[in-house]
């Protein structure tokens, strides 16, 4: 009784923030209803018993979403010119996109199959790891993830397309230490988050959207100068991911007894898939970062 | 321990009046900030609830990414002419 009445509580907050955020008049308050928003959305997962979605969900919907969001907000405020959006033409396509949903929702039988889950279950000894997402995702499915790293490989380079200028103003000094305050507590969390993943819900898209978020905080406070496209290293850390997972799918066909692509040796398993997961978990914590923050108007003197 | 839980919510129910209604953008800021502690409280108890401990990590990480946050809103907001205004008055 009192968890149904969680439930029917949290639903409705989740709906009033939503329907709040898209209603505001101003820009500036829809971001903070979207931010607080995430928080609930995290919190919404949990209740589903869904700890996986929630870590991401919090990573990214509490904390790049806002900063990705600000941003925009301040390149946007600066660009006076830019024509105000018609109203019936996001409506059309929030309509068309609930109405597939809803659409997809019938499709999801009444009564959930557990024939998948018996087959991971049957199967997770010989994947490297004890955590049914991670040997899903790094193992069993591990196309899946690979062309998930091309995916958000694909969006850096199109929004570089577009010139996005920064302009990054001197920090204030509280905000400045506090950043640095925080960021070895951000770094060790996500090492923590990625280690967890072979044995509980974590992994390396979580782990590198809180990267990303630390370096987003530092970046926006005129920290780390170098974080930037024109240098070498990190566009090099940006392929990392999919370069190590490609060459780890190659080499393990070298070895004897591989015959398909991507399929880890039992013995070997676990080590690749830490291994990979580290590269993608640099690669994705640099390339997120690097959307949000874009590339300085000019190197700050002081980094 | 579910009333602590309801009890919980109910005091982001409360924050959500100012969420949304503001005045001032500190206010909306703050109000994300005590969803952030009610959030991890929830969670904490939720763990406990539903023998999820995987839910203590996401309230360690809501935990110090609601610290984080402010430190890249603000820098962001402080200095931009537009928001200047409405951070400290009404709009």
Redesign the interface.
């Known amino acids: 009784m009192g968890l149904l009445l969680f439930d029917v509580v949290l639903c409705a907050l989740l709906l009033t923030l939503a329907g709040a955020a898209m209603l505001s008049r101003q820009l500036v308050h829809a971001v903070t209803l979207f931010i607080a928003f995430g928080v609930m959305m995290a919190l919404a997962w949990a209740r589903l018993q869904a700890p996986d979605l929630a870590l991401a969900e919090a990573a990214i919907g509490a904390g790049l979403t806002g900063a990705l969001c600000f941003t925009a907000l301040a390149r946007y405020a600066g660009d006076a010119g830019y024509p105000k959006p018609k109203l019936w033409l996001p409506l059309v396509f929030v309509a068309a996109v609930s109405a597939l949903l809803l659409y997809s929702v019938f499709q999801i039988p009444a009564q959930p199959t557990t024939e998948l889950s018996e087959r991971v279950a049957e199967h997770l000894a010989v994947s490297g790891v004890s955590h049914p997402v991670t040997a899903v995702l790094l193992n069993f499915r591990a196309w899946d993830t690979l062309l998930e790293l091309l995916v958000l490989l694909l969006a850096l380079l199109g929004a570089r397309q577009v010139p996005s200028q920064l302009p990054l103003h001197a920090g204030w000094s509280l905000s400045v230490s506090w950043s640095r305050l925080l960021s070895p507590m951000l770094l060790l969390l996500s090492a923590y988050l990625l280690w967890r993943g072979a044995a509980a819900p974590g992994g390396a898209f979580q782990a590198g959207a809180l990267l990303a978020s630390g370096l987003v905080i530092l970046r926006l406070n005129q920290q780390l100068a170098w974080l930037s496209w024109q240098n070498f290293a990190v566009r090099t850390l940006v392929l990392a991911g999919l370069i190590a997972f490609v060459m780890a799918g190659l080499a393990s066909l070298l070895l004897p007894g591989q015959l398909v692509w991507l399929s880890w040796p039992v013995a070997l398993a676990g080590g690749i898939i830490l291994l990979v997961e580290t590269f993608a978990t640099l690669a994705i914590a640099l390339t997120l970062a690097l959307l949000v923050v874009g590339e300085p108007e000019q190197e700050p003197a002081d980094a | 321990m579910?009333?602590v839980?309801?009890l919980l919510?109910?005091s982001?129910?409360l924050g959500?009046w100012r969420?949304?209604k503001?005045p001032t953008?500190l206010d909306?800021?703050l109000?994300?900030q005590l969803?952030?502690s009610s959030?991890v409280a929830?969670?904490l108890v939720?763990?406990k609830l539903?023998a999820?401990?995987?839910?203590l990590?996401?309230a360690?990480?809501?935990a110090?990414?609601?610290?984080?946050?402010?430190?890249?809103?603000?820098?962001?907001?402080?200095?931009?002419?537009?928001?200047t205004r409405?951070l400290g008055k009404t709009?």
């Open positions: 579910t009333l839980l309801l919510l109910f982001m129910l959500l969420v949304i503001g953008l909306r800021l109000t994300i969803f952030g959030g929830i969670l939720l763990s539903l999820l401990p995987a839910l990590d996401v360690l990480l809501i110090i990414l609601a610290a984080a946050a402010p430190a890249a809103l603000v820098q962001r907001l402080g200095k931009s002419r537009a928001d409405s709009p």
